[in-house]
């Protein structure tokens, strides 16, 4: 029975190396291409910025900055900065964590923010797209926007929210933490954000837990965008990963 065991082994080494886990926990990544670095940890290159009150690329607050490998969003008006390139089928990871300042109209409110993705249209607050919400108490809830479409658990929506799995009750308050089962780590300590845009099927994991998965999506394909929502955000290691399957 020996030379079975070495196969089985083997076998399990070849599949290691053939799926390597990005992330922790209970689930592992398709396989992907070469690392594509959305966010070059200098500037805001490959990305545009949109103020409600601005407009494009016209920043004169600096709510975007860029230092010590960071892009530091101030909060202090709504917008966003947003891939110049639309993706699909892809594995983007990202980190962040929250500041301190929060501003009107969410000025001592959960501190609020949000990856966008497969942004299509026009440039505005907000575009079409699917959400993987960033808020205090809710990181990793789903939300529809401006006509987007998904199903989870049998649910089709084409406006709204799907809570993340296990979500307990939520309190739009500065500091809230989910009483239930929190998966942000405590304020002031980066997060890791995964997000699988497989096809139309889609799946959020939060520090190495699957908290949201969803099919039959619309659109499947479009821009990716960070936002800037009243709080005082930080984001790194911005990378995206083509998935091969395609």
Known sequence: MQPVKNYLVLGAFILAVAFPAYASGDHQTPVTGKPIKLFNGKNLKGFDTFLEKHGLNQDPDR??????????????????????????????RAEFKWGEKTYAPREGKARDSGILYHVVG??????????????????????????????????????????????????????????????????????????????????YVVNGTVVNEGSKASPTRGKILFQSEGAEVFFRKIELRPLKNH
């Not at 975007?64 to 699909?88: A, C, N, P, W």
């Not at 808020?135 to 199903?151: F, K, N, P, S, Y």
């Open 63 to 92: 709510v975007f900055r860029v230092h010590d490998g960071m892009v530091h969003v101030s909060g202090v008006e709504f917008g966003y900065f947003i891939t110049q390139k639309e993706y699909e089928n892809y594995y983007l």
């Open 122 to 203: 026009q440039d505005k607050i907000w575009p079409k797209s699917i959400e993987f919400q960033m808020i205090e108490g809710g990181t990793g809830d789903i939300i529809l926007v401006d006509g987007a479409g998904l199903t989870v658990g049998g649910e089709a929506k084409s406006q709204g929210r799907f809570d993340r799995y296990g979500k307990g009750p939520w309190e739009d308050v500065v500091g809230y933490r989910d009483p239930k089962k929190e998966v942000e780590k405590p304020h002031g300590q980066w997060n890791v954000l995964e997000l699988f845009a497989d096809g139309d099927k889609v799946k």
